[in-house]
């Protein structure tokens, strides 16, 4: 059985960075954790994934989420409530940001006039309209970062990165923008989320790792979805991306209604995404061609 060392909300501590954002640090983290983002308020994945997390050990502790509890599918009360239920950490998404203050639009920086922006005119509403006080209360709850030692590495998690909960960081965007937020952060890994796709980079002792959503396919062409798992039994920081098999089939069918675009709703057959504006070439080209690790 694989060791760990439960770090809980009584052992963590939470202060205020340079930017004033809240940040929660949990000390030290051993044995299996388990790393994912966008749940995207699809239930069935969530489900997978905690049932995955149960048989292979993991605690609650060690399981962390990079932010969009909330997001393009069906179920955003049920997925917050398993989340709140389950006990595993997060920190606030874009999405999270958005609905904690009131606000009109989901705040995932895209174009005005794009197809994703008028997707969202859709989605998010619905979303406001679904959540009740006690999910709002727990959204409210969540840090903008999570610091943690493993494996003798420092490590931060942010969403998009740290200076931009919104910002789009790829495998293809340039080092130097990555390395701002080594310098900014003290950390020697970052965990990130937002952009929707599965990704790590490795430059001067430092790792981007980006274990990818659960919410919704990485455009790869498959209905399956990515997580990552960091692993200490070597005394080493190793970590590996994860496909997860869940029951597509019954998200996208929960997805069959006039409030939610139901090009998403074909995302989760087809693994397609509808377009890719938000995507830089590099990143575009790879379409339905599958994941390049």
């Known amino acids: 059985m694989d060791k760990t060392v439960v770090n809980n909300l ?16 949990l000390g030290s983290l051993t044995g299996k954790v388990l790393l994912f983002g966008g749940v995207y308020s699809n239930l069935q994945a ?57 606000a009109e639009d989901c705040g995932c920086d895209f174009r005005k006039g794009s197809r994703c922006d008028g ?14 006080k006690s999910s709002l209360d727990f959204i409210s709850t969540l840090p903008d970062h999570i610091d943690f030692q493993y494996a003798g590495k420092e490590v931060t998690v942010v969403h998009g990165d740290y200076f931009n909960v919104s910002e789009f960081i790829y495998k293809s965007t340039e080092w130097q923008i990555k390395q701002k937020n080594f310098d900014a952060t003290g950390a020697d890994v970052i965990i990130a989320g937002h952009c929707g796709l599965p990704f790590h980079q490795e430059k001067e002792e430092k790792i981007w790792l980006n274990p990818g959503v659960i919410g919704m396919p990485a455009n790869d062409g498959s209905p399956q979805v990515w997580y990552a798992v960091l692993d200490d039994s070597m005394a080493t920081f190793h970590f590996k991306h994860h496909q ?8 996208n069918a929960r997805m069959q209604t006039d409030f939610l675009p139901q090009e998403y709703a074909r995302t989760l057959i087809t693994g ?12 575009s080209g790879l379409q339905g061609f599958g994941i390049q690790l």
């Open 10 to 25: 009584e052992t963590s501590q939470t202060s205020k960075d340079s930017n004033g954002d809240n940040r929660v640090h």
């Open 119 to 132: 997707f969202s005119q859709l989605w998010f509403p619905y979303a406001q309209s679904k959540l009740s």
């Open 272 to 283: 397609i995404w509808d377009n890719t504006e938000i995507l830089p070439p590099y990143e």
């Open 244 to 251: 997860m098999e869940y029951n597509y089939k019954l998200a």
């Open 46 to 102: 969530l489900e997978q994934l905690k049932r995955i997390a149960e048989e292979q050990g993991i605690p609650p502790e060690n399981c962390i989420c990079t932010g969009d509890i909330v997001g393009y599918c069906a179920q955003p009360e049920e997925a917050v409530q398993l989340f709140k239920i389950w006990g595993a950490k997060s920190i606030l998404g874009n999405v999270e940001i958005q609905l904690r203050d009131g």
